[in-house]
Antibody
Framework: QLQLQESGPGLVKPSETLSLTCTVS??????????WGWIRQPPGKGLEWIGS????????YYNPSLKGRVTISVDTSKGQFSLRLNSVTAADTAVYYC?????????????????WGQGTPVTVSS | EIVLTQSPGTLSLSPGERATLSCRAS???????LAWYQQKPGQAPRLLIY???SRAIGIPDRFSGSGSGTDFTVTISRLEPEDFAVYYC?????????FGQGTKVEIK
């Protein structure tokens, strides 16, 4: 059974860079059927898709709302993909989830998310 | 981006009752690429429905999804105690993928 687990600092200072890693176990990342994504949820609020990456790293797409602050990378040899978010503010305080994006077909970027990691809370504060 | 509006914000029902949750999109969702998730406190979202009406593996048949275009619905035919949670819709037809703000189903 595929499992995902987020890891990284729970506290980041304003203006610094948030860095998280998602470790995938119980299955291979190297499938054309999937993307690998990050989603976040501010306290008491809804969900926001951050971005997704193909296992080769050759295709990455981001939510424009993050205005170029985000970078997602992948290391399939370690079974991991990572998130970096620059210039963080209090508005970036959230639970960050990684998830597998299931593509509707091999030629499409469109994907729903299943399964999800348990999530990791990140607070931006000095 | 496509804005998803869920209604009602909160649904107060008793176990055994039928729950109907709505998700309305600001523009047509391509190919009915709409999913529903259930989230319980302190847990990650769990996929219930994809493609507007296909149940995910392991999801009981009391959950059903319907709709197309801009209007989608998930129905829980008879609420079980474990169904009281927050439900989110997500569209994945047009990037950026977006989620609704959620509907909380609470025990009356």
């Amino acid at each position: 059974q595929l499992q995902l687990q987020e890891s990284g600092p729970g506290l980041v200072k304003p203006s610094e860079t948030l860095s998280l890693t998602c470790t995938v176990s119980g299955g291979s990342m190297s499938s054309s059927s999937y993307y690998w994504g990050w989603i976040r949820q501010p306290p008491g609020k809804g969900l926001e898709w951050i971005g997704s990456i193909y296992y080769s790293g050759g295709t990455i797409y981001y939510n424009p709302s993050l205005k170029g602050r985000v970078t997602i990378s992948v290391d399939t040899s370690k079974g991991q993909f990572s998130l970096r978010l620059n210039s963080v503010t209090a508005a970036d305080t959230a639970v960050y989830y990684c998830a597998r994006g299931v593509r509707v077909r091999v030629s499409s970027q469109s994907s729903w998310f299943d399964p999800w990691g348990q999530g990791t809370p990140v607070t931006v504060s000095s | 981006e496509i804005v998803l509006t869920q209604s009602p914000g909160t649904l107060s029902l008793s176990p055994g009752e039928r729950a109907t949750l709505s998700c309305r999109a600001s523009q047509s969702v391509s190919s009915s690429y709409l999913a529903w998730y259930q989230q319980k406190p302190g847990q990650a979202p769990r996929l219930l429905i994809y493609g507007a009406s296909s149940r995910a593996i392991g999801i009981p048949d009391r959950f059903s999804g319907s709709g197309s275009g801009t209007d989608f619905t998930v129905t829980i035919s008879r609420l079980e105690p474990e169904d009281f949670a927050v439900y989110y819709c997500q569209q994945y037809g047009t990037s950026p993928w977006t989620f609704g703000q959620g509907t909380k189903v609470e025990i009356k």
